[in-house]
């Protein structure tokens, strides 16, 4: 089964891509992806990396940081299909098939933001647009 976003979705989506302020993976290139987790859908974005909590309880985790503009690592706002979610360290693997994702969109600094992730400046913003689950073959 193929991904799809419904219209709204769609128009929101394509209508960020003109602007040339982020990276925008769309099902084209989801497909191609042999991704076992949700990190390997994004394995490719140099800016992006997975990191490793640093107590006992948290060791066993991966969370998303950006290289900010200053060029230090910081945590980006994420957003699952439209909706923020808590901020800290998650591990998007718990909480996202890779099979289930859409669309994705990054935005490494807040300097050009789309308004409706306008939320963090300072590191940026992972977009991450789910559906119905697709059947593996």
Request: with cysteine; charged share 25%.
């Amino acid at each position: 089964a193929s991904r799809r976003l419904d219209p709204a979705a769609q128009e929101a989506f394509e209508r960020g891509r003109p602007s040339g302020a982020g990276y925008f993976v769309d099902e084209t290139v989801l497909d191609t992806i042999k991704a076992f987790t949700f990190k390997d859908l994004l394995r490719r974005h140099s800016f992006v990396r997975f990191v490793r909590g640093n107590t006992l309880e948290t060791s066993w985790r991966e969370h998303i940081e950006f290289m900010g503009r200053t060029g230090a690592p910081c945590i980006p706002v994420i957003y699952l299909d439209g909706s923020q979610l808590l901020g800290g360290q998650t591990d998007l693997d718990v909480i996202i098939h890779p099979a289930s994702v859409r669309r994705i969109e990054i935005y490494q600094s807040g300097l050009a933001l789309p308004a409706e992730f306008a939320s963090n400046r300072d590191c940026g913003v992972l977009a991450i647009w789910t559906g119905s689950r697709r059947t593996t073959k």
